[in-house]
């Protein structure tokens, strides 16, 4: 009878071990890397941050792969979070040179009596590298 109570109880201990270890295999984990910010707030939501990607995308005219590098466990999908590629770092250093701007010579606060804030779109007008749109006089002819 003891041998009978022994075997039971081994079984259910087994039963209930491979219930687990079923669990853990079948549980999602979260293998977004988180992303890698210097310049945008650390608490900003996802949608946000798309919404200032894509605002990158049509300012500059290019895709995502312009400043993220690739990932080095699959080409066909990007690294969010490397720093890679040096492109992304011009893009935080431009971010807080049109922060600095906004913030001292117009000071941008928004609604009425603000000045529009630059952005990207300002200067670069969807070309990767900005174009002067100042046009000089001639200079006065010579004597």
Not at 34 to 40: D, E, S
């Amino acid at each position: 009878m003891y041998q009978l109570h022994k075997k039971k109880l081994l079984a259910g201990i087994s039963l209930i071990f491979i219930l687990m270890i079923g669990v853990a295999a079948t549980t999602v984990q979260d293998k977004k890397p988180k992303p890698n910010l210097k310049v945008l707030p650390k608490d900003i939501s996802h949608e946000e941050l798309e919404k200032i990607m894509k605002g990158f995308n049509v300012s500059l005219g290019v895709k995502c792969n312009h400043c993220h590098a690739p990932s080095k466990t699959d080409a066909k999908k990007l690294d969010f979070s490397s720093d890679d590629k040096p492109e992304k770092n011009v893009a935080r250093d431009m971010m807080r040179m049109t922060a600095k701007i906004n913030k001292k010579y117009f000071d941008y606060g928004g609604g009425e009596g603000h000045a529009a804030a630059l952005s990207c779109i300002t200067c670069h007008n969807g070309k990767t590298h900005p174009e002067s749109k100042i046009t000089l006089p001639p200079p006065p002819p010579e004597r």
